[in-house]
Protein backbone atom coordinates (compact mmCIF):
# COMPACT_ATOMS: atom_id res chain seq x y z
CA UNK A 1 0.00 0.00 0.00
CA UNK A 2 1.28 3.22 -1.29
CA UNK A 3 2.08 5.57 2.54
CA UNK A 4 3.09 8.45 0.49
CA UNK A 5 -0.19 10.14 -0.13
CA UNK A 6 -2.11 9.58 2.51
CA UNK A 7 -3.64 12.43 5.48
CA UNK A 8 -1.65 10.65 8.50
CA UNK A 9 -2.76 13.53 10.60
CA UNK A 10 -6.65 13.32 10.23
CA UNK A 11 -6.95 9.19 9.92
CA UNK A 12 -7.86 6.61 12.69
CA UNK A 13 -5.01 5.32 14.17
CA UNK A 14 -6.27 1.62 13.07
CA UNK A 15 -5.66 2.90 9.41
CA UNK A 16 -2.54 4.52 9.83
CA UNK A 17 -1.41 0.99 11.13
CA UNK A 18 -3.09 -0.75 8.08
CA UNK A 19 -1.33 1.27 5.63
CA UNK A 20 1.91 1.03 7.20
CA UNK A 21 1.72 -2.94 6.36
CA UNK A 22 0.29 -3.62 9.92
CA UNK A 23 -1.91 -6.65 9.52
CA UNK A 24 -3.07 -7.24 13.23
CA UNK A 25 -4.93 -4.27 14.82
CA UNK A 26 -6.66 -6.09 17.63
CA UNK A 27 -5.69 -5.07 21.47
CA UNK A 28 -4.56 -8.66 22.82
CA UNK A 29 -2.63 -9.57 19.43
CA UNK A 30 -3.18 -12.86 17.84
CA UNK A 31 -2.66 -14.30 21.29
CA UNK A 32 -5.59 -13.05 21.99
CA UNK A 33 -7.90 -13.81 18.95
CA UNK A 34 -6.50 -17.36 19.47
CA UNK A 35 -7.72 -17.89 23.05
CA UNK A 36 -11.52 -16.22 21.52
CA UNK A 37 -11.47 -18.90 19.02
CA UNK A 38 -10.47 -21.72 21.00
CA UNK A 39 -13.43 -20.99 23.61
CA UNK A 40 -15.90 -20.13 20.73
CA UNK A 41 -14.92 -23.61 19.84
CA UNK A 42 -15.66 -23.48 16.18
CA UNK A 43 -16.04 -26.83 14.24
CA UNK A 44 -18.09 -28.12 10.74
CA UNK A 45 -21.62 -27.57 12.07
CA UNK A 46 -21.50 -24.26 13.01
CA UNK A 47 -23.13 -21.14 11.11
CA UNK A 48 -20.89 -18.17 11.63
CA UNK A 49 -21.38 -14.53 11.48
CA UNK A 50 -18.47 -11.73 11.70
CA UNK A 51 -18.82 -8.25 12.95
CA UNK A 52 -16.75 -5.86 11.22
CA UNK A 53 -13.47 -8.14 10.08
CA UNK A 54 -11.48 -5.47 9.19
CA UNK A 55 -8.05 -6.94 7.08
CA UNK A 56 -9.44 -10.10 7.50
CA UNK A 57 -6.48 -12.18 9.69
CA UNK A 58 -9.08 -13.95 11.86
CA UNK A 59 -11.21 -14.54 8.89
CA UNK A 60 -9.00 -16.63 8.22
CA UNK A 61 -8.10 -18.36 11.16
CA UNK A 62 -11.89 -19.06 11.13
CA UNK A 63 -12.01 -20.40 7.50
CA UNK A 64 -9.34 -22.68 8.73
CA UNK A 65 -11.49 -24.42 11.12
CA UNK A 66 -14.45 -25.15 8.10
CA UNK A 67 -17.34 -23.97 9.57
CA UNK A 68 -20.51 -25.34 7.63
CA UNK A 69 -20.82 -21.36 6.33
CA UNK A 70 -19.22 -17.94 7.26
CA UNK A 71 -20.56 -14.64 6.46
CA UNK A 72 -18.86 -11.20 7.36
CA UNK A 73 -20.64 -7.64 7.92
CA UNK A 74 -18.12 -5.41 6.76
CA UNK A 75 -18.82 -1.76 6.53
CA UNK A 76 -15.55 -0.32 4.65
CA UNK A 77 -15.65 -1.51 1.02
CA UNK A 78 -12.22 -1.70 1.03
CA UNK A 79 -12.13 -3.99 3.26
CA UNK A 80 -14.84 -6.12 2.44
CA UNK A 81 -12.85 -6.79 -0.73
CA UNK A 82 -9.57 -8.26 1.41
CA UNK A 83 -12.13 -9.89 3.19
CA UNK A 84 -14.01 -11.45 -0.02
CA UNK A 85 -10.10 -12.19 -1.45
CA UNK A 86 -10.28 -15.08 1.13
CA UNK A 87 -12.76 -16.90 0.14
CA UNK A 88 -14.07 -19.35 -1.75
CA UNK A 89 -16.19 -22.47 -1.90
CA UNK A 90 -19.99 -22.33 -0.93
CA UNK A 91 -21.44 -20.76 2.26
CA UNK A 92 -18.72 -18.02 2.15
CA UNK A 93 -19.88 -15.10 1.64
CA UNK A 94 -19.03 -10.75 2.57
CA UNK A 95 -21.89 -8.68 3.29
CA UNK A 96 -20.98 -4.61 2.97
CA UNK A 97 -23.43 -3.38 6.17
CA UNK A 98 -24.15 -2.29 9.24
CA UNK A 99 -23.47 -4.65 12.14
CA UNK A 100 -26.48 -2.57 14.05
CA UNK A 101 -28.85 -3.52 11.41
CA UNK A 102 -27.74 -6.82 9.60
CA UNK A 103 -29.99 -8.15 6.66
CA UNK A 104 -30.35 -11.52 7.85
CA UNK A 105 -33.21 -13.30 9.51
CA UNK A 106 -33.81 -13.94 13.22
CA UNK A 107 -31.79 -17.46 14.42
CA UNK A 108 -29.30 -17.59 11.39
CA UNK A 109 -25.96 -18.38 13.68
CA UNK A 110 -24.34 -20.58 15.85
CA UNK A 111 -21.48 -18.56 16.60
CA UNK A 112 -20.78 -14.45 16.67
CA UNK A 113 -17.91 -12.72 17.17
CA UNK A 114 -16.39 -8.84 16.86
CA UNK A 115 -13.24 -7.85 17.39
CA UNK A 116 -11.42 -4.06 17.95
CA UNK A 117 -15.35 -2.51 17.67
CA UNK A 118 -17.39 -2.57 20.89
CA UNK A 119 -14.46 -0.17 22.32
CA UNK A 120 -15.03 2.59 19.93
CA UNK A 121 -18.92 2.94 19.89
CA UNK A 122 -20.90 5.01 22.27
CA UNK A 123 -22.76 3.10 25.10
CA UNK A 124 -26.04 3.09 22.91
CA UNK A 125 -24.31 1.55 19.76
CA UNK A 126 -22.61 -0.78 22.23
CA UNK A 127 -26.26 -1.85 23.21
CA UNK A 128 -27.77 -1.86 20.01
CA UNK A 129 -24.43 -4.23 18.44
CA UNK A 130 -24.41 -6.88 21.36
CA UNK A 131 -28.42 -6.72 20.52
CA UNK A 132 -27.84 -7.62 17.24
CA UNK A 133 -25.73 -10.77 18.06
CA UNK A 134 -28.30 -11.81 20.51
CA UNK A 135 -31.50 -11.80 17.79
CA UNK A 136 -28.79 -13.50 15.79
CA UNK A 137 -27.76 -16.54 17.63
CA UNK A 138 -29.85 -19.45 17.70
CA UNK A 139 -30.61 -20.41 22.14
CA UNK A 140 -26.72 -22.28 22.99
CA UNK A 141 -25.31 -19.82 20.22
CA UNK A 142 -21.36 -18.31 21.10
CA UNK A 143 -20.79 -14.91 21.33
CA UNK A 144 -16.63 -13.66 21.49
CA UNK A 145 -15.61 -10.25 21.71
CA UNK A 146 -12.01 -8.90 21.97
CA UNK A 147 -11.74 -5.30 22.70
CA UNK A 148 -10.17 -2.57 24.93
CA UNK A 149 -10.63 -2.55 29.19
CA UNK A 150 -10.02 -0.29 32.00
CA UNK A 151 -8.17 -1.20 35.07
CA UNK A 152 -8.99 -1.83 38.06
CA UNK A 153 -13.05 -2.43 38.13
CA UNK A 154 -12.94 0.81 40.41
CA UNK A 155 -11.44 2.84 38.08
CA UNK A 156 -11.52 6.45 39.38
CA UNK A 157 -14.02 8.65 37.10
CA UNK A 158 -11.76 11.11 36.32
CA UNK A 159 -8.92 8.80 35.50
CA UNK A 160 -11.45 7.26 33.20
CA UNK A 161 -12.07 10.41 31.53
CA UNK A 162 -8.94 11.25 30.84
CA UNK A 163 -7.80 7.65 29.35
CA UNK A 164 -10.33 8.83 26.84
CA UNK A 165 -9.45 11.97 25.93
CA UNK A 166 -5.81 11.27 25.64
CA UNK A 167 -6.70 8.04 23.02
CA UNK A 168 -9.24 9.42 21.17
CA UNK A 169 -6.84 12.48 20.62
CA UNK A 170 -3.93 10.32 19.29
CA UNK A 171 -6.20 7.45 17.62
CA UNK A 172 -8.86 10.17 16.16
CA UNK A 173 -11.72 8.44 17.12
CA UNK A 174 -13.96 8.44 19.78
CA UNK A 175 -12.54 5.59 22.35
CA UNK A 176 -15.23 4.24 25.50
CA UNK A 177 -13.59 1.10 27.06
CA UNK A 178 -15.41 -0.91 30.08
CA UNK A 179 -14.38 -2.72 33.12
CA UNK A 180 -13.97 -6.43 32.53
CA UNK A 181 -17.04 -6.29 35.05
CA UNK A 182 -18.81 -3.44 32.97
CA UNK A 183 -18.13 -6.04 29.71
CA UNK A 184 -19.73 -8.87 31.34
CA UNK A 185 -22.18 -6.79 32.88
CA UNK A 186 -23.49 -5.44 29.51
CA UNK A 187 -23.48 -8.89 27.85
CA UNK A 188 -25.97 -10.63 30.70
CA UNK A 189 -28.16 -7.89 30.30
CA UNK A 190 -28.76 -8.81 26.72
CA UNK A 191 -29.35 -12.47 27.24
CA UNK A 192 -25.69 -14.27 27.49
CA UNK A 193 -24.31 -16.30 30.09
CA UNK A 194 -20.43 -15.71 30.27
CA UNK A 195 -18.46 -18.91 29.61
CA UNK A 196 -14.91 -17.26 29.65
CA UNK A 197 -12.91 -14.32 30.16
CA UNK A 198 -9.72 -13.90 28.82
CA UNK A 199 -7.14 -10.81 29.26
CA UNK A 200 -3.68 -10.01 27.66
CA UNK A 201 -1.80 -6.45 28.16
CA UNK A 202 -2.04 -3.24 25.61
CA UNK A 203 0.94 -3.95 24.07
CA UNK A 204 -0.06 -3.20 20.62
CA UNK A 205 2.71 -1.30 19.83
CA UNK A 206 5.81 -2.48 21.76
CA UNK A 207 8.16 -4.14 19.92
CA UNK A 208 8.04 -7.87 21.02
CA UNK A 209 3.96 -7.97 20.33
CA UNK A 210 4.79 -6.61 17.07
CA UNK A 211 7.36 -9.39 16.01
CA UNK A 212 4.87 -11.77 17.49
CA UNK A 213 1.97 -10.58 15.71
CA UNK A 214 3.89 -9.34 12.04
CA UNK A 215 6.56 -11.52 12.35
CA UNK A 216 10.51 -10.21 11.17
CA UNK A 217 9.59 -9.23 7.73
CA UNK A 218 6.46 -7.40 8.62
CA UNK A 219 8.22 -5.60 11.14
CA UNK A 220 10.75 -4.43 8.81
CA UNK A 221 8.45 -3.45 6.28
CA UNK A 222 6.77 -1.14 8.63
CA UNK A 223 9.80 0.45 9.92
CA UNK A 224 10.84 0.75 6.55
CA UNK A 225 7.25 2.75 5.64
CA UNK A 226 7.37 4.52 8.56
CA UNK A 227 10.67 5.99 7.78
CA UNK A 228 9.36 7.14 4.17
CA UNK A 229 6.60 9.71 6.01
CA UNK A 230 7.40 11.66 9.02
CA UNK A 231 3.67 12.26 9.97
CA UNK A 232 2.76 8.65 10.30
CA UNK A 233 5.91 8.20 12.30
CA UNK A 234 4.99 10.98 14.35
CA UNK A 235 1.15 9.67 14.79
CA UNK A 236 2.51 6.18 16.02
CA UNK A 237 4.73 7.36 18.24
CA UNK A 238 1.91 9.47 19.94
CA UNK A 239 -0.16 6.35 19.73
CA UNK A 240 2.84 4.38 21.34
CA UNK A 241 3.52 6.99 24.02
CA UNK A 242 -0.27 7.19 25.53
CA UNK A 243 -0.31 3.19 25.34
CA UNK A 244 2.60 3.21 27.28
CA UNK A 245 1.23 6.48 29.80
CA UNK A 246 -1.95 4.75 30.37
CA UNK A 247 -0.67 0.94 30.71
CA UNK A 248 -1.69 0.59 34.19
CA UNK A 249 -5.41 1.48 33.09
CA UNK A 250 -5.07 -0.30 29.97
CA UNK A 251 -5.46 -4.00 29.20
CA UNK A 252 -7.49 -6.27 26.23
CA UNK A 253 -9.80 -8.41 27.03
CA UNK A 254 -11.77 -11.55 25.25
CA UNK A 255 -15.17 -12.57 26.88
CA UNK A 256 -16.71 -15.86 25.33
CA UNK A 257 -20.82 -16.25 26.01
CA UNK A 258 -23.80 -18.21 25.94
CA UNK A 259 -27.16 -16.74 24.46
CA UNK A 260 -29.41 -18.00 26.88
CA UNK A 261 -32.68 -15.59 26.27
CA UNK A 262 -34.93 -15.86 29.30
CA UNK A 263 -38.09 -17.73 28.99
CA UNK A 264 -41.47 -16.25 29.25
CA UNK A 265 -43.40 -18.62 31.83
CA UNK A 266 -46.91 -16.90 30.73
CA UNK A 267 -46.23 -18.38 27.24
Known amino acids: MNTLNKDYTKMPGHWVLASLGKKVLRPGGIGLTRKMLEHLNIHDTDQVIEFAPG ?5 R ?3 SRSPHSYIAIEQNEQAAQTVQSYLSGDRRSVIIGNVEQVPLPDRSATVVYGEAMLTMQAPVQKERIIQEAARLLKPGGRYGIHEMSLAPGDIDPALRKQVCKDLAQVIRV ?6 AGEWMQLLENNGFNVLSVQTAPMHLLHFGRLVQDEGWRGVAKMVRNLLKNRTALKRVLQMRRQFVKHASQLQAISIVAEYAPAININH
Do not use: D, E, Q, W
Open 61 to 63: MTL
Open 55 to 59: LGITA
Open 174 to 179: NVAPLT
